[in-house]
């Protein structure tokens, strides 16, 4: 398993600025994903951020309203653009361990953004 | 990928056992079935991954048939602190995670 740190644990934001959310593992893994949770629904997956390559976007997220940084195997950053109401959701990163499937994955707490 | 199908919600009393079944009828030969549980305000939490047959752990069983058709996900002797929502998922185990899907999950509430 792995230990999966997130900053902020929330915020509330003013449409038209920009968030950066922090992911922060306990140890070097190669595989990170952000999600989006909006109240009472499932997950949905924005993004595979594996280091030393370019993030690979699910259909409807694109590069230019979540750009994603990946600088080392512990770390990785989420950037909510240009906020609208729309936004407002909880962001998780995970984690797949090496030596696990891609479908086992650790989960952070989340990062609950609220957009006015 | 894998359609899955789950119950939207289930109830049971505390001591039973519960078992959620997840229908996943164009399973490939390739895919794995995981199940994940989410308390609320937290992110989901890995209980259980098979291929076949039956697989244990200390939180549950996984239970899957010879078709790979379906899986029952069994929580022994469930007390309050179960009542989460249970995600099954169906998915190969390598390459990457290219349109994974949580699907709606399974809202588990158990009353004393």
């Known amino acids: 398993s792995a230990v999966i740190s997130q900053k902020p644990s929330r915020d509330i934001c003013q449409r038209g600025t920009s968030l950066t959310i922090q992911c922060q593992v306990d140890s070097q893994v190669t595989m990170m994903f952000w999600y989006r949770q909006q109240p009472g629904q499932s997950l949905t997956l924005i993004a595979t951020?594996?280091?030393?390559?370019?993030?690979?976007?699910e259909s409807g997220f694109v590069i230019d309203k979540f750009p994603i940084s990946r600088p080392n195997l512990t770390f990785s950053t989420l950037t909510v653009s240009n906020m609208s109401p729309e936004d407002s959701s909880i962001y998780l990163c995970?984690?797949?361990?090496?030596?696990?499937?891609?479908?086992?994955?650790?989960f952070g707490p989340g990062t609950r953004l609220t957009v006015t | 990928l894998a359609k899955t199908t789950q119950p939207i919600s289930m109830d049971s009393y505390e001591g039973q056992e519960v078992n959620i079944t997840c229908s996943h009828n164009n399973i490939a030969t390739n895919d794995y079935i995981t199940w994940y549980q989410q308390f609320p305000s937290q992110g989901p939490r890995f209980i259980i991954q098979?291929?076949?047959t039956k697989v244990t752990n200390e939180v549950a069983s996984l239970f899957i048939p010879a078709d790979r058709k379906s899986s029952t996900l069994s929580l022994p002797r469930v007390s309050l602190s179960d009542t989460a929502v249970y995600y099954c998922?169906?998915?190969?185990?390598?390459?990457?995670?290219?349109?994974?899907?949580f699907g709606k999950g399974t809202h588990l509430i158990i009353q004393p």
């Open positions: 951020a594996n280091q030393g390559s370019e993030a690979t976007y």
């Open positions: 098979g291929y076949k």
């Open positions: 995970s984690v797949a361990p090496t030596g696990t499937t891609v479908y086992e994955q650790y």
């Open positions: 998922l169906v998915g190969p185990s390598g390459g990457g995670a290219d349109g994974l899907t």
